[in-house]
T-cell receptor, first 114, second 111 residues
Framework: NAGVTQTPKFQVLKTGQSMTLQCAQDMNHNSMYWYRQDPGMGLRLIYYSASEGTTDKGEVPNGYNVSRLNKREFSLRLESAAPSQTSVYFC?????????????FGPGTRLTVL | QKEVEQNSGPLSVPEGAIASLNCTYSDRGSQSFFWYRQYSGKSPELIMFIYSNGDKEDGRFTAQLNKASQYVSLLIRDSQPSDSATYLCAVRPSSASKIIFGSGTRLSIRP
């Protein structure tokens, strides 16, 4: 049981390049989330998916797209990377077992855009 | 107005004292409230959750919720150096799957 896995762990891009961040969970959770965390700041929600086949915008969706490929996988795509997207990206999943069901986080992807 | 607000700190507390962390939220219909701890370079990990008004205790940690004032707090008793971390308040707004985080409070426990 690996929990939430993210690939890659580190990535350096040049401005204008594209890439996809991968996230997978093996806990059969319904909800999945993408957050970004900038230095000294909390987590800001980019997109989330309440169930397979659905996605919704969070607080900072501009410049990103997502795909909920199946129940296990939720990917985040940067079509044309910008230096402002330099951040640590966390994926999380949640079982939706009621009010108190917690989120489980992946190890993060550290992205630098030059 | 941000949906979830926290004092960024740093909050410095002597070892053995009580650390008090505060959080306010804007959505009056919010249902669930979480406190996460995050060590530098690591992922957030859940410490406490609360969804009913009042206090909830778990070991050295107590979460307090006041829905009328839209306020949630975390008390850490007998603070230890290992409690030094950033504490993130998270809120699940009404009827939503999304969870919104505050900017975090950096806590430092001095020996």
């Amino acid at each position: 049981n690996a929990g939430v896995t993210q690939t890659p762990k580190f990535q350096v891009l040049k401005t204008g390049q594209s890439m996809t961040l991968q996230c997978a969970q093996d806990m059969n959770h319904n909800s999945m989330y993408w957050y970004r965390q900038d230095p000294g700041m909390g987590l800001r929600l980019i997109y989330y998916s309440a169930s397979e086949g659905t996605t919704d915008k969070g607080e900072v969706p501009n410049g990103y797209n997502v795909s909920r490929l199946n129940k296990r996988e939720f990917s985040l795509r940067l079509e044309s990377a910008a230096p402002s997207q330099t951040s640590v990206y966390f994926c999380a999943s949640r079982p939706d077992r009621g009010e108190a069901s917690e989120q489980f986080f992946g190890p993060g992807t550290r992205l630098t855009v030059l | 107005q941000k949906e979830v607000e926290q004092n960024s700190g740093p909050l410095s507390v002597p070892e053995g004292a009580i650390a008090s962390l505060n959080c306010t939220y804007s959505d009056r219909g919010s249902q669930s409230f979480f406190w996460y701890r995050q060590y530098s370079g690591k992922s957030p990990e859940l410490i406490m959750f609360i969804y009913s008004n009042g206090d909830k205790e778990d070991g050295r940690f107590t979460a307090q919720l006041n829905k009328a004032s839209q306020y949630v707090s975390l008390l850490i008793r007998d603070s230890q150096p290992s409690d030094s971390a950033t504490y993130l308040c998270a809120v699940r707004p009404s009827s939503a799957s999304k969870i919104i985080f505050g900017s975090g409070t950096r806590l430092s426990i001095r020996p």
